[in-house]
Nanobody, 119 residues
Framework: QVQVVESGGGEVQAGGSLRLSCAAVGSPAIFHTMGWHRQTPGGQREFVASMTSGGTPNYARSAEDRFTISRDNRRHTVDLQMDSLRPEDTAVYYC?????????????WGQGTQVTVSS
């Protein structure tokens, strides 16, 4: 019944910014962790950033100096502000929400949103 929906992807020049948004729709409870992964064609889905319901962030090395994750627990949303984008950031970005004690494989996943960074 719960759905996770991403938005905000698009095309931007290198050095530009995008803000991705994700909403967990139809859930009466706050998920323990919400976050973002990304996947390139032929590649594995890799972790980008996450935040717990208490506001503790976690970032991949590739994201920690340029991306900022934020949550609104009342709205069941999580955003990813991406600055200083590089062509290697090009990927489909997926949002996920998981309960306490679950790993990402057990999370509820969105359908993804495309991010393309041009040189």
């Amino acid at each position: 019944q719960v759905q996770v929906v991403e938005s905000g992807g698009g095309e931007v020049q290198a050095g530009g910014s995008l803000r991705l948004s994700c909403a967990a729709v139809g859930s009466p409870a706050i998920f323990h962790t919400m976050g973002w992964h990304r996947q390139t064609p032929g590649g594995q889905r890799e972790f980008v950033a996450s935040m717990t319901s208490g506001g503790t962030p976690n970032y991949a090395r590739s994201a920690e100096d340029r991306f900022t994750i934020s949550r609104d627990n009342r709205r069941h949303t999580v955003d990813l502000q991406m600055d200083s984008l590089r062509p290697e950031d090009t990927a489909v970005y997926y949002c996920a929400a998981r309960q306490w004690g679950s790993n990402w494989s057990g999370a509820i996943w969105g359908q993804g949103t495309q991010v393309t960074v041009s040189s």
